[in-house]
C-alpha cells in the first residue's frame, strides 16, 4: 500500500522572514529523496512544515500512509507523529537530563508504536551498540556524535512509516557517517521506509537517495535522479569544489 | 628550536566514575596549524573545554606562553591570548553583530595590549573584523537572526577580536555545504596567515588535511597519534576506528 | 563631553526642575505625595533593572535592601540621638535647626546605600558563583531573614515601629517634606543617569553579555563574577539610598511597611512594563504603573491587595503579548529588530 508525500507550492517561513518560496516536491513510496542547499536556504523550514512545527502560508502538504489520504496542513503535530510521520531535528532536542534508554522509550510514545517497543529497543541497541553500552548514561552528557545516533535511534523507535531527517551526518566521525548511512539504507531496503533526508555530505547522500532536489534560495534550482544530480553544474558548484 | 605556545602534560579528567580523558600529552607551537581529531565521544570537546577554562581537569598541567592556565578562570586565559568557538554557535543573541564583536575587543583584547580603546578605536576596529569575515552587512542585525554559516563566521570573528595567540576552532564546518566549508577554511587560513595557531577540531576529512600541519588523534579519552597530517592519515589503527573506508 | 551626553544632562535638569517646581506650584500636599512615590519607584524600578534588565539575574528582595536603608537610618538616628538634636557644633561653625537637615538626610541616605550595597555584595558573593536561579530565591531567603530579625529587634521598634522625628522646618524649602521631595529627585536623576552610564559603558556591554550566555562571555575575556558583584551591589545601594530616605517623609517606620511585597513586585513590573533593555524603561514604566495606582488608591476605589493582584494579572499580559515592554512595542511598530 503506498507511503507518499506531495508538496505543491508552499510558502513558509519565519514572521516576516519567507524562507520557501513555492516549494513543490514529492517523495513515492519506499523512496529516499534528498534535499541539498546551502544553510538556510530552505531544508529544515520544509521538513518542520511537514510536521505542522512552521504553519505554511500557502501551499499545500498531502501524505498518504498505507493507501490512506491525510492532510498534513489540517494536523497537528502530534497528530502527524501518532499518524506515522517521524522527524530527526537538527540539533538533536534530546531530553538530556534523561538517560539514553529513557529517551529510547520515549521515542516509542505513540500507540501504535508502544506495543512493539521491546522490540524496537533490541533493534536500536543492534544498529548502534555504543548506545547500549551508555544506556543509563544522561543523554545531556554525551557527545555530539553521540547525540546525533540516539536522536536517529529515537525516532525509529516511533516505527515510522515516514521518516524526515535534518543532516544525519553533521558533527560525526567518518567512520560513523558511513555507518549511519549504512543503516538509513539497511532501513529503507528492509523496512520499506519512505525518507526525506537533508544531507550536507553529497557523496553520502548519493549513496543511499534515489532522487534529490536542490534548494537555492527557498527554490528548487535542481531535481532529479542520482546520477542527473551529478550532471548538474549547479550541483558542482555547490559541492564539489576543491 | 622553539618553545612551544601551549603544552599539555598528563591533563586527565574525570566524571563521577567516568574517565573522559587519560592521560593526555601534546604540544602546540607558535602559528602552527594542528588538527584534533578521533571518533565520536573520544574526548575532544572535553579537551578543549578544558583548555579554555570551561571545566577545570583533575590532573595534569596546561602552559601556554610560559604561563601557567591551571585554576584560571576562563576569561583569565582570554586574557592570556586563548580563544576559542563553540562546536554550536553561541553568540550574545540580543546583540547586534556589532556588538557581539565588541564584547571580546572590551575586555579580552582591550586587556591583552594594556591600553583602553576609545569608543571611535572600537567601532573602527569591530567593522574592520567584520569585514573580513563578510558580515559587515549585517552589523545592524541582531546575532539571533543569523543563518548557521552567518553564526559560524560571527563565532570565529568573537573568537579572532579578542586578538589570540592561538585559536582552538571547535567544528566550525560542520553542517556547512561545500562551498561554505571552503569559505570558513579560507578564513582560517587567513588567520593562520597573521600569525595566530589554531587548533582544528573537525570531522570533514577533506577540511583536516588540507588545513593541517600536524595531526592530534584521541580515541576512547586517550591519544593514540600525534604526527605529520598524511603520516597519521595512514595510520592503520586510525584507519580502522576513524576513518572507515 | 559628547553632544548626546550633553542633551542628556540638559535634558534631566530641565525635567527635574519642571517637577520640582511644578510641585511647588501646584501647592497641593497630595502631589507632592504622588511625585515622591513615583520618584522612589523609579529608583528602585532602575536599581532592579540593572542587575535583572541588563544582567538577567532576577532579585526578589527589593523590599529587603530598600528596607534595610529605612532601618540604617532608624538605627542611627536612635544610636546618634538625633531625636533631641538642636544643633551641632561642627569645631568653627555650628549648624542649627533649620540647616540641621542638609547635613542629616543626606548623610543618612549615604549610609542607608552603604550598608544596603554592601548587603548585595555579600549576597552577591555567597550566591553568585552559582547560576541564575540561586541567586533568586537567596533574595527571597534574605527578605524573610532580615524581617525577621528586625520584628523581633527592639532597639529598632520591633512589630511596634520606629518614629524618626525630622526638623520642623527647613531653611530655603516651603516644608520639611518638600526638602526631602528635593532629595528624593536629586536620587532619582543621579539613578537615571547612571543606569544610563552603565548602559553605554563596559559593565553594561559584559552585563547584556552575561545575561545572553554566560559561558561565552568568560570565554569572550568578561569578569562574570566581578561584574554580578558590582551589579548587585550598585543596584542594592540604590534600593537602600531611597529606603533611608523614605523614614524622613512618612515619619513612621515599621516591618510590615517597610518591608512591604509592593515594593519588590513594583521594581520587577516597572521595568517589565516599560522595558528591559534601556535606561527609560523602568522611567516608563515607573510613571505609568506608579501614577495608576497612586490615582486609584487615592479615590480609595482600591485597597492595597487588589493593587497588587492588578500588578500580577498586568505582568502575565505584558510577558505573553509584550515581553520587551512598551519599549519594545513602540520598536516593533518602528519596524526595528526588537532586543
Known sequence: MATEIHIQNLHA???????????????????????????????????????????????????????????????TTEQIVDAGIALVPEGRHLFPKMTVAQNLRLGAFRPSARSELE????????????????????????????????ALARALMSRPKILLIDEPSVGLAP???????????????????????????????????????????????????????????LVKKYYMGL | MTAPLLSVQGMGKRFGGFVVLDDINFEVYPGERLGLIGPNGSGKSTTVNCLSGVL?????????????????????????????????????????????????????????????????????????????????????????????????????????????????????????????????????????????????????????????????????GKKIADGPTQEVLRDPLVERIYLGD | MSSSNLRFYIGLLIAGALVFFGVQALAEGYYLLVAFYILQYIVLATAWNILGGYGGYVNFGSACFFAVGG???????????????????????????????????????????????????????????????????????????????????????????????????????????????????????????????????KLGAGLEAIRDDEDSAECSGVPTLQLKLQATTISGAMMGAVGALFPFFVTFVDPVGAFNLVHTVNSIAMPLIG???????????????????????????VTPELSLLFVGVLMMVFVAIAPNGILGLWQRLRGKDVK
Not at chain 1, 194 to 211: G, I, P, S, W, Y
Not at chain 2, 139 to 144: C, D, Q, W
Not at chain 2, 171 to 184: C, H, K, V, W
Open chain 1, 119 to 150: 522490540t524496537s529497543l533490541v533493534q536500536a541497541y543492534e544498529v548502534f551498540p555504543i548506545l547500549k553500552e551508555r544506556s543509563e548514561q544522561l543523554a545531556g552528557s554525551m557527545s555530539g556524535g553521540e547525540q546525533q545516533m540516539l
Open chain 3, 71 to 201: 532601618y540604617s537610618t532608624v538605627f542611627f538616628y536612635k544610636l546618634l540621638g538625633l531625636q533631641t538634636l538642636k544643633s551641632l557644633d561642627c569645631g568653627w561653625f555650628v549648624i542649627t535647626g533649620p540647616y540641621l537637615s542638609y547635613l542629616i538626610i543626606p548623610a543618612s541616605v549615604l549610609v542607608g546605600a552603604l550598608i544596603s550595597g554592601l548587603m548585595g555584595l555579600g549576597t552577591g558573593y555567597l550566591t553568585l558563583r552559582l547560576r541564575g536561579v540561586f541567586f533568586a530565591i537567596s533574595t527571597l531567603a534574605l527578605t524573610v531573614v532580615v524581617q525577621t530579625l528586625v520584628l523581633n529587634w527592639s532597639y529598632v521598634g520591633g512589630a511596634r515601629g520606629a518614629y524618626v522625628m525630622r526638623s520642623p522646618s527647613v531653611a530655603g524649602f516651603t516644608s520639611t517634606n518638600e526638602f526631602v521631595f528635593f532629595v528624593m529627585l536629586l536620587i532619582a536623576m543621579a539613578a537615571l543617569a547612571i543606569a544610563r552610564s552603565i548602559e553605554r559603558r
Open chain 2, 56 to 220: 577545570i581537569h583533575d590532573t595534569g598541567q596546561i602552559t601556554f606562553d610560559g604561563q601557567r592556565l591551571d585554576g584560571l578562570k576562563p576569561h583569565e586565559r582570554s586574557y592570556a591570548g586563548l580563544a576559542r568557538s563553540f562546536q554550536i554557535p553561541r553568540p550574545f543573541a540580543r546583540l547586534t553583530v556589532l556588538k557581539n564583536i565588541k564584547v571580546p575587543m572590551m575586555f579580552a583584547a582591550e586587556k591583552r595590549s594594556g591600553h583602553r580603546f576609545s569608543e571611535s578605536e572600537l567601532d573602527a576596529q569591530a567593522r574592520h573584523a567584520l569585514d573580513q569575515v563578510g558580515l559587515l552587512a549585517k552589523a545592524e542585525l541582531l546575532a539571533g537572526g543569523l543563518t548557521q554559516i552567518d553564526l559560524r563566521k560571527l563565532e570565529l570573528a568573537r573568537a579572532i577580536a579578542a586578538q589570540p595567540k592561538l585559536l582552538i576552532a571547535d567544528e566550525s564546518m560542520a553542517g556547512l555545504a561545500t562551498s561554505e566549508t571552503d569559505e570558513i577554511l579560507a578564513l582560517l587560513l587567513q588567520l593562520n596567515s597573521q600569525g595566530i595557531a589554531v587548533i582544528m577540531i573537525e570531522h570533514i576529512m577533506r577540511a583536516v588535511s588540507a588545513f593541517s600541519q600536524r595531526l592530534v588523534v584521541l580515541a576512547a
Open chain 3, 275 to 301: 522595558g528591559m533593555t534601556h535606561w527609560s524603561g523602568p522611567l516608563i514604566g515607573a510613571i505609568l504603573l506608579g501614577g495608576v495606582q497612586q490615582y486609584f488608591g487615592s479615590k480609595n476605589m
Open chain 1, 13 to 75: 517561513g519565519y514572521g516576516a522572514v519567507t524562507v520557501l518560496n513555492g516549494v513543490s516536491i514529492a517523495v513515492n513510496d519506499t523512496e529516499t529523496v534528498a534535499l541539498l542547499g546551502t544553510n538556510g536556504n530552505g531544508k529544515s523550514t520544509l521538513m518542520k512544515s511537514i510536521m505542522g512545527l512552521v504553519r505554511a502560508t500557502q501551499g499545500e502538504i498531502h501524505a498518504k500512509i498505507d493507501g490512506q489520504h491525510l492532510n498534513l496542513r489540517e494536523m
Open chain 1, 175 to 233: 567512520i560513523l557517517v558511513h555507518r549511519v548511512i549504512d543503516q538509513i539504507k539497511t532501513l529503507k531496503e528492509m523496512a520499506g521506509l519512505t525518507v526525506l533526508m537533508a544531507e550536507q555530505n553529497f557523496t553520502q547522500a548519493m549513496r543511499v537517495a534515489d532522487r534529490g532536489y536542490l534548494i537555492v534560495h527557498g527554490e528548487i534550482a535542481v531535481q532529479g535522479t542520482t546520477s542527473e544530480l551529478y550532471g548538474s553544474d
